[in-house]
């Protein structure tokens, strides 16, 4: 009985949580008077009061061929957001890795006043940079284009605090015993650190991706060419009478950053543990 009311308990907000899953993916596969039958209460203000139907009374893959054939500007989108994404992503690693190591295992004067200086800056929402980061790339001369949203995610302080926390896992013993090798920096950290801090290194990855594919802020900010916008600008732009083409859109949009965040679960999970052990 125990087992059974803990099932239904975890069960509603599980529920809850796919509800919005199922609206879009059923909806996807809605023909467009059933859309508009559904959802007019709601979007055209018409008598009556809204309802969803568990499946699709006459199931229709025509916005999904509307968009795949018939919406070029929604593949011209698509690649500008792998052309921003990725790049800042990769970006992030390699700079952020070797910041995370100088952080985690190097000691210096000033390092723990410069981490905290990190962590106050990863706590600042993007509204309070937008004004000096405005500036910033108008006097770099990157306005407009995909360097102005790319630079600034790139050295980005939020990633460098994930990996600082995975490294912490590394044991000082394996570090010594490597000195004693005669290891130098930079072979300890290649050889080592980087290895044993892939999970740490994997998490900032996969959460920056995440971030990054559906960042609006940053693009509504520093990008005023249309031909320019990534996906994230695309799916407000679609006119409401076309619900068929925003559900379809809406999906397609969160297939790769499901399939990142299935990839990288794992990783995600290791990096929590990781940070939390102790010598």
């Not at 999904?64 to 994404?85: G, R, S, Y």
């Not at 100088?102 to 390092?111: C, E, K």
């Not at 940053?218 to 031909?227: E, G, S, V």
Request: glycine fraction near 8%.
């Amino acid at each position: 009985m125990g087992r059974a009311v803990l099932v239904l308990f975890l069960l509603l907000p599980a529920l809850a949580v796919w509800w919005p899953l199922w609206f879009m993916g059923t909806g996807a596969l809605m023909p467009l008077d059933e859309l508009r039958a559904a959802l007019g209460p709601v979007l055209q203000g018409a008598e009556g009061s809204a309802f969803w139907p568990l499946l699709p009374s006459w199931p229709t893959l025509q916005p999904l061929a509307e968009l795949l054939l018939d919406t070029p500007q929604f593949f011209t989108m698509f690649w500008n957001t792998c052309a921003i994404v990725f790049p800042q992503v990769l970006g992030q690693v390699l700079v952020g890795a070797p910041a995370a190591w100088a952080f985690s295992r190097l000691r210096f004067r000033g390092r723990r006043a410069l981490f905290t200086l990190y962590i106050v800056l990863m706590l600042m929402p993007f509204q309070v940079t937008m004004v000096s980061g405005y500036l910033v790339a108008d006097a770099m001369g990157i306005m407009d284009t995909f360097w102005a949203i790319i630079l600034p995610g790139v050295f980005s302080t939020f990633p460098v605090f994930i990996m600082a926390k995975g490294f912490d896992a590394v044991p000082i013993a394996l570090l010594e015993a490597a000195s004693i090798d005669g290891a130098g920096p930079l072979r300890t950290f290649f050889h080592i650190g980087v290895p044993l801090g892939v999970p740490g290194i994997l998490s900032a990855a996969v959460l920056g991706f995440l971030e990054a594919w559906n960042a609006i802020e940053q693009p509504m900010t520093f990008l005023k060419t249309k031909a320019l916008w990534p996906l994230s600008l695309y799916l407000p732009q679609i006119a409401a009478e076309k619900l068929g083409l925003a559900m379809v859109a809406s999906l397609v949009m969160l297939a790769p950053a499901v399939l990142i965040f299935r990839f990288g679960q794992k990783y995600l999970e290791l990096g929590i543990q990781a940070s939390g052990l102790k010598e």
